[in-house]
């Protein structure tokens, strides 16, 4: 008879709370996180003014850094004091890294090992399909990459957000601003464009740059790169040192599929938000051909994730707005400091209406089979993703009596966790910013996650049912 195994001790609920469910624990010490910065952003320390910051402002600002987000009901150049802003910073690069992901690199420099556990842990966070589907099945970084992929996560970081910072700095001093204090809002805008959260620490934001190429193409790279997901970096890292071109065949299908479609709704988006405002005298109808594509493109960039915008979407046409809207809704890369349902997921019910259309019964990339339970996978995130959104602009209508396409704009850049903003945000009475509080919570956490979490076990049946087809379509 098989022995049982020992009861947890007194203390380590945690640990059996990992191991039986690495998203539930996600999602409580991503909570926790939320409640610790929103204390830090109430004290009066964290104001210029030396005032208590109301509730509603300090949790919407904590949970818009931690999330990754970028909408604010405060100016973020004037309200924060020196502390408010160190807070503030933590909390997008914690955020933006991951919070499981940050507590396996700290467990890797202390112990400099991984137990199967804490390997575990960090495939989860770094594939949210892996964390949702559970430890049997297959994943886009394999369990003997993941202490490979925590030292590029950390390294990447580290070197991404410094020689960002080595760009814009100088670029921030030719523009009159001090040594020290460009230095500090170049690693400011460095680690808000790299991790994909949008905020500006600049008086006026970014409108005295809105035609600057330079400053503008090292944001837009910095977001880029944030949006594409650790494992890609991961992945191209290998590709580059494990040699190039003729070792092609070692960027896996998630690598492939991320790349190809991020780079397909960046021209769709750059060609449509051009021709779409080319006429329009308050966005690009004053520019000439090359700085609207080149705003275009940028905005598109942006629409990853990014939230650095340069056009005030009110002065958009409509048409431009629904196609801002469907580009933040899709987001960026899984296991990225984007939001939105992924890139990937979209990629999946693509290839699956192709499948149909063309009579196959198994769905095929890039030389690869993709097994129907991630079309399942991306069926619940693109219908849960929706619902959400459909929620919250409806109680966010109902409240404050805007218009569809103002509120449907702010909610779906909040669960996007993009940042770009019509300014309503900043208008809502209390009752909304929460209502968007908790879509940029759980536009961040993710609907697999969330599902997973509430669900914290996978059940079979032991009997099948008769097959009976529904008329579908």
């Not at 990447?156 to 204090?181: D, H, K, N, Q």
């Not at 899984?334 to 209406?353: E, H, M, P, Q, R």
Request: positive net charge; glycine residues 12%; proline residues 4%.
């Amino acid at each position: 008879m098989r022995r049982r195994a020992p009861a947890p001790a007194h203390g380590s609920w945690v640990g059996a709370l990992v191991h039986s469910s690495p998203p539930r624990f996600a999602i409580l010490v991503f909570t926790a996180l939320i409640l610790a910065w929103t204390l830090l952003l109430s004290l009066p320390i964290s104001s210029r003014e030396g005032s208590v910051t109301p509730l509603a402002d300090a949790l919407f600002t904590a949970v818009s850094a931690i999330c990754v987000t970028g909408l604010s009901t405060v100016d973020m150049a004037t309200h924060w004091s020196l502390f408010g802003d160190l807070v503030i910073l933590a909390g997008l690069q914690i955020g933006g890294i991951g919070v499981l992901t940050l507590a396996s690199i700290l467990g890797l420099t202390v112990t400099r090992r991984l137990g199967l556990r804490q390997r575990l842990l960090a495939a989860g966070d770094t594939n949210p399909m892996r964390m949702a589907k559970g430890a049997s099945e297959s994943q886009a970084v394999g369990l003997g990459d993941i202490g490979g992929l925590l030292a590029s996560v950390a390294t990447s970081v580290l070197v991404i957000e410094l020689a960002l910072t080595a760009l814009i700095a100088p670029r921030l001093m030719a523009e009159g601003y001090s040594f020290w204090r460009s230095l500090w809002d170049g690693f400011y805008l460095a680690a808000s464009s790299f991790t994909n959260t949008g905020f500006v620490p600049l008086p006026g934001g970014l409108a005295p740059f809105e035609t600057d190429i330079y400053l503008l193409s090292v944001l837009a790279v910095g977001v880029f790169l944030g949006s594409i997901g650790f494992p890609v970096i991961f992945a191209l890292y290998r590709y580059v040192t494990g040699g190039g071109w003729r070792a092609h065949k070692r960027l896996g299908l998630h690598t492939k599929l991320t790349l190809t479609t991020t780079i397909i709704f960046v021209i769709f988006g750059w060609l449509l938000i051009a021709a779409l405002e080319a006429d329009n005298p308050a966005t690009f109808g004053s520019q000439n051909f090359g700085q609207t594509m080149f705003s275009a493109g940028y905005m598109s960039i942006m629409t990853r994730s990014g939230g650095l915008g340069i056009i005030d979407p009110l002065e958009m046409h409509g048409s431009t707005l629904l196609v801002v809207d469907m580009l933040m809704f899709v987001g960026g890369g899984s296991a990225s400091t984007a939001g939105g349902i992924k890139v990937t997921t979209i990629a999946v019910l693509f290839i699956a209406a192709y499948a149909e259309a063309r009579g196959y019964r198994d769905m095929q990339a890039f030389g690869r089979s993709i097994p129907n339970e991630v079309l399942r996978v991306a069926v619940s995130v693109l219908i849960w993703g929706a619902t959400i959104v459909l929620v919250s602009t409806t109680a966010i209508m109902h409240i404050t009596r805007v218009s569809l396409d103002v509120a449907l704009f702010e909610v779906i850049s909040a669960f996007g966790t993009c940042g770009l903003s019509t300014g309503l945000s900043g208008e809502l009475p209390e009752s909304g910013k929460y209502i968007i509080v908790a879509t940029m919570w759980l536009g961040r956490v993710g609907t697999v996650t969330m599902a997973s979490a509430i669900a914290a076990t996978s059940r079979s049946r032991l009997f099948r049912l008769p097959e009976e087809r529904p008329i579908v379509g």
